[in-house]
């Protein structure tokens, strides 16, 4: 008698890899990442580039980038589990070195090669007006050579478009022209986050599009909360929607619903670390979740003429 040999089973299939930094107590990076995609409905894989208890504004932080090596593993590893035949995109925020750009931007272009629709989306973590740089000051550098180039979309905020093009983005104008330098190779758009702050109406902040051919200002309210981790949770929430269908506007503006919620929470409770909405906004109350939050969309430029040169098929934007 001979057993019946067991049928082969299948890999974990993500559609999501998100590869940034993890903390133990707080919601910066993977922490707020894998919750707001998992809510969408996307099953995300999660790539720690450090591992830190806390992030460094508090009086003690214990931790570190992970080595290059063991980075590079885990990413070689995913491929040889032969999980990511169904990978719909990339998610990469905080680095901890040069050294893991360069591998990061290695990996994706062996991806790249085979899905001609794999998205893939950077947010050039480097620092803000509040606190300057905080990353290794070579790591501006190595966004603009290894990653940029790679990435369908970007989403600086108004501090690491500057330091990224040395261009000054002071008003709605300046950050159009600036984010248009970095609009080569596959990328096809760019999401400014805290862009042009000194334009704002009183208690607004606004986001800005830019593409080839369109820029778009998108206006939500400011809530009186200032917790780190908006930026990772604003890119989480916009390729979300992104890959679930909407259009870039569209994205981007339910991304920033769930920021107001977000700081309207955390607001509340009076909590010193980000407190997520229950779930993220949904594409069937977006006509009344604008209103209710504040968020606008409206066209600011038109520049039909503005080449179009992408890798690969280009994205629905």
Same mark, same amino acid.
Request: aromatic letters at 6%; one cysteine or more; hydrophobic letters at 40%.
């Given at each position: &008698?001979?057993d *019946?040999? =067991?049928p082969?089973?299948?890999p974990?299939r993500?559609?999501v890899?998100s590869?940034?930094s993890?903390v133990?107590?707080?919601?910066?990076?993977?922490?707020?990442a894998?919750?707001t995609l998992?809510?969408?409905?996307l099953?995300?894989v999660a790539?720690?580039?450090?591992?830190?208890?806390?992030?460094?504004? $508090?009086?003690?932080?214990?931790?570190?980038?992970?080595p290059?090596?063991?980075?590079?593993g $885990?990413?070689? @590893?995913?491929s040889?589990?032969?999980?990511?035949h169904?990978?719909r995109?990339i998610?990469?925020?905080y680095?901890?070195?040069p050294g893991?750009? %360069?591998?990061?931007?290695?990996?994706?272009?062996?991806?790249q090669?085979?899905?001609? @629709?794999?998205r893939?989306?950077i947010d050039?973590?480097m620092?803000?007006?509040?606190?300057g740089? $905080?990353v290794?000051t070579?790591?501006?550098?190595? $966004?603009?050579?290894?990653?940029?180039?790679?990435?369908?979309g970007?989403?600086?905020?108004?501090?690491?478009?500057?330091?990224?093009?040395?261009?000054?983005?002071? @008003?709605?104008?300046s950050?159009v022209?600036a984010?248009? *330098?970095?609009l080569?190779g596959? *990328?096809?758009w760019?999401?400014?986050?805290?862009?042009?702050? @000194?334009?704002?109406?009183h208690?607004? &902040?606004q986001?800005?599009?830019v593409?080839?051919?369109?820029a778009?200002? /998108?206006?939500?309210a400011r /809530?009186?909360?200032v917790? %780190?981790?908006?930026g990772?949770?604003?890119c989480?929430?916009l390729t979300?929607h992104?890959l679930?269908?909407a259009?870039?506007?569209?994205?981007?503006a339910?991304?920033?619903q *769930? /920021?107001?919620q977000?700081?309207r929470?955390?607001?509340?409770a009076?909590c010193?670390e980000?407190?997520?909405?229950s779930?993220?906004?949904?594409?069937?109350a977006?006509?009344?979740?604008h209103a209710?939050?504040?968020?606008r /969309?409206?066209?600011?430029? =038109?520049e039909?003429?503005? =080449?179009?040169r992408?890798?690969?098929?280009?994205?629905?934007?």
């Amino acid at each position: &008698m001979t057993d *019946t040999p =067991s049928p082969a089973l299948l890999p974990l299939r993500p559609d999501v890899v998100s590869v940034q930094s993890q903390v133990v107590y707080g919601r910066v990076g993977n922490n707020v990442a894998v919750p707001t995609l998992e809510s969408l409905g996307l099953s995300v894989v999660a790539v720690p580039t450090v591992v830190f208890s806390n992030t460094p504004h $508090y009086p003690t932080m214990h931790g570190g980038a992970l080595p290059v090596e063991w980075f590079e593993g $885990y990413l070689q @590893d995913l491929s040889e589990r032969g999980a990511l035949h169904a990978l719909r995109a990339i998610l990469a925020g905080y680095l901890g070195s040069p050294g893991q750009a %360069k591998v990061l931007a290695r990996w994706t272009q062996g991806l790249q090669a085979e899905r001609a @629709d794999l998205r893939v989306v950077i947010d050039p973590v480097m620092g803000d007006h509040d606190h300057g740089i $905080y990353v290794d000051t070579d790591m501006a550098e190595a $966004y603009r050579q290894l990653l940029l180039p790679l990435a369908h979309g970007l989403t600086p905020n108004g501090f690491e478009l500057a330091h990224l093009t040395g261009r000054p983005v002071d @008003d709605t104008e300046s950050v159009v022209a600036a984010a248009r *330098t970095l609009l080569t190779g596959c *990328t096809q758009w760019i999401a400014v986050t805290s862009a042009a702050p @000194d334009t704002w109406a009183h208690g607004e &902040m606004q986001v800005v599009l830019v593409t080839r051919a369109q820029a778009h200002v /998108i206006t939500h309210a400011r /809530i009186d909360a200032v917790p %780190k981790g908006t930026g990772d949770l604003f890119c989480a929430a916009l390729t979300g929607h992104w890959l679930n269908g909407a259009t870039l506007p569209e994205a981007i503006a339910r991304a920033c619903q *769930t /920021i107001v919620q977000a700081l309207r929470h955390t607001h509340n409770a009076q909590c010193a670390e980000l407190v997520l909405p229950s779930r993220v906004a949904s594409p069937q109350a977006n006509s009344q979740t604008h209103a209710r939050e504040l968020v606008r /969309i409206r066209q600011a430029f =038109s520049e039909s003429h503005w =080449s179009h040169r992408t890798c690969n098929t280009p994205l629905p934007i």
